[in-house]
């Protein structure tokens, strides 16, 4: 396995190693491992060597290196990166190129990152178990015949196997933290609005957050401290100061205060998942920490609140996808162009190509969105929604707020440890439902992020979720931090 994200960086930098071989490595790993797993969709093999001699003759020069020097970083195919091929999972972009770089990927080179190349995912990012990818499903480095969670499996996959130390996905209800969850690796979901989303494939505009995947608490700090920051292109972009999360890791927890909502340890979580998170908490209690029973009783409308919102957004984010600017483009049947109402090619055509391009949980969410958006149900569900956005975040609110309030809330990551490939594939519902822990934080647009629990006795991973206020990334990885260095060994995590 590759190492990690601060002991790559530091023997690079310190000549240790060259970041050629370094990217060799990572080469190699992923050609060993992505015929089983599916993690990668792109790999950028010459690129990733030509920026690896690059680093090293920055150092042979004498010059600088940025603080990721050498360390591959997989992108989520989500995220645009210049003169390669950009799919979000789907066949509707099967062969698209982008011209440029996502913000996030322009930061990464600038900081001497290696790019290996881009990740399977769920179709433009509507999944919790990267089954709907339109080039198959990833599976899970722990154990294949599971899921790894989605939609940015292939990014958590790629961690978790080795073939990278680091990656990019996107989290816009669960995405990053529950894939982090099922393969025991850290995952982070910032403020929204703490790291731009500029050249990210939009799926709802109002909850897509990028954040990195790593091995350790501390990678993931770094990786994130890169990306961060505001951008003028993204107009919900912070101007916020962005901290020193890895130092943050450094702080004291003794005397933080830490919420346990009774809400995220109802029916249907699975009991050793919370026999493992319920002992985590102990453990932070004996670091120091102040173990608050706290309520956010609106929790139980996150689910129905996120797939009225999510869904509203991804109907009018989508609609771009015609046929006409770029991306796959179908031209209809003559007889199924003749038999339309108004015999308008055009229109032919649009629907032509939408059929054949996105798949059947992405025509799902399209058509829900649509309807709550239609004229006669537009204040019934999506106004309704945004009012219950509201008090889910008043919630938030008043959990965190005054001299009795809580510096952070842990709880589970998800419900569940990772499930089979294809065991709720026929039941959406069933799958949606793997998000009700995640969904929240989301939709109050709050930092947030999954660190490795103790495993199952199966030896699957289970996920310890941190939440923090606005901004507040800090007290969330030195909480995170604490954890890590106090967890007892994790025998059975790959």
């Not at 608050?292 to 009783?297: D, E, G, I, K």
């Not at 008043?394 to 294809?422: H, M, N, S, Y």
Request: charged share 25%.
């Amino acid at each position: 396995m590759l190492d990690d994200v601060l002991l790559t960086a530091s023997r690079v930098r310190t000549g240790e190693v060259k970041a050629l071989d370094v990217a060799k490595q990572a080469l190699a790993r992923i050609d060993e491992r992505n015929g089983e797993l599916n993690a990668f969709l792109t790999v950028a093999r010459e690129e990733v060597l030509e920026q690896a001699r690059g680093v090293d003759a920055k150092r042979e020069r004498g010059e600088p290196l940025g603080i990721l020097a050498g360390v591959p970083i997989a992108l989520k195919d989500a995220l645009c990166m210049r003169n390669t091929r950009t799919t979000a999972g789907s066949k509707m972009l099967a062969q698209w190129v982008s011209p440029y770089d996502a913000t996030v990927v322009a930061r990464l080179r600038q900081a001497d990152a290696l790019l290996p190349g881009k990740t399977n995912m769920d179709e433009f990012a509507m999944g919790s178990s990267n089954e709907n990818s339109a080039y198959g499903p990833v599976r899970n480095p722990i154990d294949p015949s599971r899921t790894p969670g989605g939609s940015s499996g292939g990014s958590a996959a790629a961690v978790a196997s080795g073939m990278t130390p680091a990656a990019l996905g996107s989290d816009t209800g669960g995405s990053i933290r529950q894939p982090a969850a099922f393969t025991g690796t850290v995952g982070v979901k910032p403020t929204y609005g703490r790291v731009s989303r500029f050249g990210l494939v939009a799926f709802a505009s109002s909850l897509d957050q990028v954040g990195p995947f790593a091995t350790t608490v501390r990678g993931a700090a770094r990786v994130l401290s890169v990306i961060s920051g505001h951008d003028e292109r993204d107009m919900s972009s912070l101007w916020a100061k962005v901290d020193d999360f890895e130092a943050a890791c450094e702080n004291r927890v003794r005397g933080l205060r830490i919420g346990v909502p009774e809400e995220y340890f109802a029916k249907g979580l699975d009991p050793e998942v919370e026999a493992n998170v319920r002992a985590a908490i102990r453990r932070l209690e004996s670091e120091g920490c102040t173990v608050v029973n706290v309520r956010l009783p609106h929790t139980r409308h996150a689910v129905a609140t996120y797939y009225v919102l999510a869904t509203a957004e991804a109907s009018s984010n989508l609609a771009r996808f015609d046929g006409v600017r770029y991306g796959l483009r179908v031209a209809p049947d003559r007889d199924a162009a003749g038999s339309n109402v108004d015999k308008s090619p055009l229109r032919a055509m649009y629907g032509a190509t939408r059929d054949a391009g996105f798949g059947t949980e992405v025509k799902r969410r399209i058509l829900l969105g649509t309807y709550v958006l239609s004229a006669g149900h537009f204040d019934a569900f999506y106004l309704k929604a945004q009012k219950v956005r509201t008090l889910i975040r008043r919630d938030f609110d008043e959990a965190f707020a005054g001299p009795e309030g809580v510096d952070a809330i842990v709880c589970p990551t998800a419900p569940t440890p990772a499930f089979k490939l294809g065991a709720k594939t026929e039941d959406p519902l069933s799958m949606y439902l793997e998000d009700v822990y995640t969904l929240p934080a989301s939709l109050a647009g709050l930092p947030a992020m999954s660190v490795p629990c103790t495993p199952t006795r199966e030896g699957l991973p289970v996920g310890l979720q941190i939440i923090a206020p606005t901004l507040r990334e800090t007290s969330m990885f030195a909480i995170a931090a604490a954890w890590e260095s106090a967890r007892p060994s994790a025998s059975g995590q790959a």
